[in-house]
C-alpha cells in the first residue's frame, strides 16, 4: 500500500518539473542587448544558398553527452541551451548575436530551414557548425565543434553546407 501512496505524492512533482520541447524553449535569453559586451557569441553565417526561409541558431555545450542533446533536458538540469531563429536576415553574410548564461565551452549549429518547417530537410536545408567539421552522414562530435567562449563577446565564423552529391554535404563553390 505503501508505493500508490509514494507514487500519487511524487507523480506530481515529476510532471511540474517536465518542460516541453518548443520552437520557443531557449529563446528568451538568447537576444544580445544593444552593445552586448559579454558573454555573448557573434556569429558570422558565411555561404548561405539563398535568403528564403528561417536561419535558426543553436548554441549547446560542448562536452559529449550534452552536444545536440533535446533542448528541454539542457534546460531541465540547467544546462546551456540558446536559440535564435528568424528570417534570413537580408545580408549576403549575416552576423547572428547570442547571449549566453556565463564563459565556457558550447558547439553552435546554424540551419538554413529553407522551407520554415522546422526540420533539417537534408534535400533542400544547409547546416553549418562552429569549427566547420567536415559532414558525413553523421553529426559532428563535440570534441570537433567545441569553441571556448570568454567573458567579451567571442567571434565564430559557420560556413554553411548544402546537399553537393548522393549523400555528400558540402560548402558552396568558391565558399571557404
Known sequence: MIRPLLLAAVLPLLTAAFIPSSPSLGTADAQCRPGETGPALMIEVVGLKDH???????????????????????????????????????????????????PGRVGVMVLHDRDSN?????QR????????P??????????????????????????????TGILSFGPLAGVQ
Not at 534570413?88 to 547572428?96: D, N, R
Request: charged residues 20%.
Open 118 to 122: 522546422h526540420h533539417f530537410n537534408y
Open 134 to 163: 567536415h559532414l558525413g552522414l553523421s553529426q559532428p562530435s563535440a570534441s570537433s565543434v567545441a569553441i571556448t567562449v570568454g567573458p567579451g563577446v567571442t567571434p565564430v565564423r559557420v560556413v554553411m553546407n548544402y546537399r
Open 52 to 102: 528564403v526561409g528561417k536561419l535558426k541558431v543553436e548554441v549547446y555545450p560542448g562536452v559529449d553527452g550534452d552536444w545536440l542533446q533535446d533542448d528541454n533536458k539542457l534546460v531541465m538540469a540547467g544546462k546551456t541551451f540558446r536559440r535564435i531563429e528568424g528570417p534570413v536576415p537580408g545580408e549576403a553574410v549575416p552576423h547572428i548575436c547570442v547571449r549566453l548564461p556565463g
Open 125 to 132: 536545408d544547409g547546416i553549418g557548425f562552429s569549427r566547420n
